[in-house]
């Protein structure tokens, strides 16, 4: 009995769990494609989205581990899009990190104000966007 227990051990593949699904929405090509990049360099599975109605759409149907949110994007702001899914019990807690060429304080406050997690503005390091998305990932413990 011991050695087919300790034979269905051996002989049973070992799996890493999957890697984290990040969302990027951004209606920059270059800039989703940039980040989509570093994430997956990092070892993370990225889904992309051009608008915020798309990007909405994807984070309840894939419900990803992070959101990073442009705040200017067509079709639904990415303000709007971050107070949705934090209205939504299938997806209000998901971390967002809310990217945007406006830094000014009052941008930041209206931000954190729509239920951002995080607040990055551009021009930004892939190095600092990447201690922000795992920050926002540990402090999650999804």
Known sequence: MTTDFV?????APISAPPSPTILIADD??????????????AGYRTLSADNGRTALSLAVEARPRVVILDVTMPQLDGLRVCQ???????T?????????GNSRPSDLDLGFSAGADDYLPKPFSQREMLRRVNSLLMSSGR
């Open 7 to 11: 034979s269905a051990l051996t002989s």
């Open 28 to 41: 920059d090509d270059d800039v989703r494609d940039v980040i989509a990049f570093k994430l997956q360099v």
């Open 84 to 90: 949705e899914l934090h209205a939504r019990p299938e």
């Open 92 to 100: 209000a807690r998901i971390p967002v990190l809310m990217i945007s």
